[in-house]
Structure formats: C-alpha cells, structure tokens
Nanobody
Framework: QVQLVESGGGLVQAGASLRLSCAAS?????MAWFRQAPGKEREFAAA????????DYADSVKGRFTISRDNAKSTVYLQMNSLTPEDTAVYYC?????????????????WGKGTLVTVSS
C-alpha cells in the first residue's frame, strides 16, 4: 500500500519562495503535484518520472516552479519561487504505481492529503 505524505506548506508573502516535500512509501513511477484553489477544480502543476527524470509543468507555473526527486529518500520536492496570491491553494502530491509515465489527474492512483499554501499580497 503506497502512501504519500506532503509537508512544507504555509503562509508567505508575494514574491517569496517555498519548498514542498512528498515522501512516498512504496514503489511509484510517476510523481506529480496538483493544486486546488478555493472554489476551483483541482489542476495539474508539475510531474516527474522516477525512471527517466522527465518533467512536465503547467504553463501557469513554468519558469517559477521546479520539481525534483531524491531517489534515496523516495521524496519528491516542489520548489516554488516568485509566488503570487494566485498560487494560493491546497497542494496535493499524487503518484502512479504503473510504469507508464502519465500525468493526467485521472491517471493518478495514489493521493496525499494535501498541504495548504497561502500567498498574501
């Protein structure tokens, strides 16, 4: 049973940086971050392949967010820079246990409980 535990959320001012962590217990092949702002649907933010290191980003975070992995720690990070109030959301870590690298929300098989990121103006 794969479990994902997120950490690193908090309250920051616009322009600040924050790093989220997601520790996985069990083998996964795709790790991703999704986010859900108040009153909005959950949306894709970033993803990474454990095997190849391939990364993908939503246009809204490209150039500001960086997803990375530490294989030894089975942990994925989301470095978020130049945060704006529009980045305020609950950030969810998600994973696929299947080998194929896929990043759609319906492709995710395991979800964390989420961590809240609040960016004040």
């Amino acid at each position: 049973q794969v479990q994902l535990v997120e950490s690193g959320g908090g309250l920051v001012q616009a322009g600040a940086s924050l790093r989220l962590s997601c520790a996985a217990s069990g083998r996964t092949f795709t790790m991703a971050w999704f986010r859900q702002a108040p009153g909005k649907e959950r949306e894709f933010a970033a993803a990474i392949s454990w095997l190849s290191g391939t990364t993908d980003y939503a246009d809204s975070v490209k150039g500001r967010f960086t997803i990375s992995r530490d294989n030894a720690k089975s942990t994925v990070y989301l470095q978020m820079n130049s945060l704006t109030p529009e980045d305020t959301a609950v950030y969810y870590c998600a994973a696929r246990k299947s080998v194929a690298y896929m990043i759609g929300i319906r492709n995710m098989e395991v979800w964390g409980k989420g961590t809240l990121v609040t960016v004040s103006s």
